[in-house]
């Protein structure tokens, strides 16, 4: 069993912060994407 150097597990906590901001962001995207295609769609129809 080796320590775990203190700066992996700083890198692994950035890491998994990014992944949240990532996640979020895609679901934020997604969102506003079905969001804009409701619209287009009850604009045309």
């Known amino acids: ?3 775990t150097p203190p700066r992996f597990q ?3 906590v950035n890491l998994s912060f990014f992944d949240q901001i990532l ?3 895609n679901e934020i995207i ?3 994407l079905n ?3 409701a619209f287009i ?3 045309f129809v």
Do not use: I, Q, R
């Open 10 to 12: 700083e890198y692994s």
């Open 30 to 32: 997604g969102g506003a």
């Open 23 to 25: 996640v979020n962001a």
């Open 1 to 3: 069993m080796f320590p």
């Open 41 to 43: 769609t009850k604009f």
């Open 35 to 37: 969001n804009a295609l």
